[in-house]
């Protein structure tokens, strides 16, 4: 049985991605590095420090510190959420959904607790989650399950028994990983991608979930 819903953050609960990506071409410019938004795609559900080590390796610079970088990619990104986030459609419901049948909620999420903090600040949604963990805490980034037994664990759980909603494919690899049940909802074109089929369940939208799809998950 199901006894507790964890959900991702970034492009899940929270249109965030592009904020991450405008963040990260302003200051990576600073640096002589020009990302592309296909540059993006593979960093999606990595930490911040995972991705300017990737880039430092790549192209190395000597202006700044990878530190430097990394906060300042923060710092932007947190006036990025403060004027521009918005929460993803049916967020709203699917947490009145889980509290209903009076499930605890967590999130757990790549993005450090700063940006976390932000969000959750800025969608109003804090008091409902039990459990706020984010991956900064942990030695891998997903798709390494660290974030999501780590979440089991504070929850006091088999992560057997825990329902994960994900957006990105790093992410539900971390959560098949931390053999937890699955919901993944990719974005626009990326629903029609084969390697999302992994997960229990797929849908285009938190909004389509429904009760028919929580009993079939909930055997």
């Given amino acids: 049985m ?34 592309s938004d296909p540059d993006f795609e593979h960093f999606v559900g990595f930490k911040i420090n995972e991705v300017v080590d990737f880039w430092y390796n790549h192209k190395p610079w000597k202006n700044k510190s990878k530190s430097d970088v990394e906060n300042e ?66 030695k891998y980034g997903k798709p390494h399950p660290a974030v999501y037994l780590a979440a089991t664990r504070q929850l006091n759980l088999n992560p057997a028994n825990c329902l994960v909603f994900e957006d990105s494919f790093n992410g539900l690899i971390s959560a098949k990983a931390a053999r937890t049940k699955t919901v993944s909802v990719p974005e626009g074109d990326a629903f029609n991608q084969t390697r999302f089929d992994i997960a229990d369940l797929k849908l285009r939208s938190l909004l389509d979930f429904t009760e028919e799809h929580w009993n079939k998950l909930n055997k």
């Fill in 2 to 35: 199901i006894q507790a819903i964890i959900f991702d953050m970034d492009g899940l609960l929270v249109d965030s991605e592009p904020l991450w990506r405008e963040a990260e071409k302003i200051v990576f410019k600073t640096v002589d590095i020009h990302l």
């Fill in 73 to 138: 990619i923060l710092d932007e990104l947190e006036f990025l959420i403060d004027t521009q986030a918005v929460a993803k459609p049916g967020v709203e419901q699917i947490i009145t959904f889980f509290k209903n049948k009076k499930l605890p909620l967590a999130i757990a999420s790549s993005s450090p607790m700063v940006i976390i903090s932000s969000v959750v600040k800025k969608l109003e949604i804090a008091h409902h989650f039990k459990t706020i963990h984010s991956a900064e805490t942990e």
